[in-house]
């Protein structure tokens, strides 16, 4: 069973770039969620997609924007970069059933530096 | 919204010490509760979870929590820690009332074990 991958690892982006970062999810997940994990402090929930629709959405502004494949991966899109955006950026698959509670698995994460 | 409390942001302990790290968390409804770990250059990886039922779950690496409703919190523990477990330590908490599964996360506590 493969578990969650993301690239690329790292990146380095200066202010007012767009960056494009990307997530495969566990075999058998449907379910992707985005979260911002700034340094020192817990992930922030950045949104959620579920069977290519987005699935709720936390306090970032629509310059944050995803999308989910068919084959359930899935990208995040930052535009118009700023420097509070350096941070390791966390995905985390899951199945998700109706009414049935799910755990996420999370991948490894990619860390951008916006300079 | 909710919100989760970890008030322990860094523990130092010696091996073969007693653990126990808070988790508190803020929602009047039905929870799904998680402890994940993050050892250093490592992922996020899933310690243990709650759901229902028994409230003292138990994990991997001989860790448990203990699930108190009338006290909003999900300790963590471990009667007997080892070097390896040094690590970051997270809870977080979703809501079983809505489809968004988004998880809410703690700030983390960095657990030190000297040898």
């Known amino acids: 069973e493969t578990g969650v991958t993301q690239s690329p690892t790292h990146l380095i982006k200066t202010r007012g770039q767009q960056v494009t970062l990307r997530c495969s999810s566990q075999?058998?997940?449907?379910?992707v969620s985005w979260y911002q994990q700034a340094l020192g402090q817990g992930p922030q929930f950045i949104f959620q997609y579920y069977r290519e629709e987005e699935n709720g959405r936390g306090n970032f502004p629509p310059r944050f924007s995803g999308l989910q494949f068919p084959n359930y991966s899935s990208e995040l899109n930052v535009n118009a970069l700023e420097l509070d955006d350096s941070a390791l950026y966390l995905c985390?698959?899951?199945?998700?059933?109706?009414?049935?509670?799910?755990?996420?698995?999370f991948g490894p994460g990619t860390r951008l530096l916006v300079l | 919204a909710q919100s989760v409390s970890q008030h322990n942001h860094h523990v130092i302990l010696s091996e073969a010490a007693s653990l126990e790290l808070g988790c508190n968390y803020s929602y009047g409804g039905t929870v799904n509760l998680f402890w994940y770990v993050q050892y250093p250059g490592q992922h996020l990886q899933l310690l243990l979870k709650y759901f229902s039922g028994d409230p003292l779950v138990k994990g991997i690496k001989g860790f448990e929590a203990e699930f108190i409703k009338s006290k909003f919190s999900f300790n963590l523990r471990k009667p007997s820690v080892q070097w390896s477990d040094t690590a970051e330590y997270f809870c977080?908490?979703?809501?079983?009332?809505?489809?968004?599964?988004?998880?809410?996360f703690g700030s983390g506590t960095r657990l030190q074990v000297q040898p």
């Open positions: 985390a698959s899951s199945l998700s059933t109706s009414g049935a509670a799910e755990t996420q698995y």
């Open positions: 977080a908490v979703n809501t079983a009332d809505t489809g968004r599964r988004a998880l809410t």
């Open positions: 075999s058998g997940h449907n379910t």
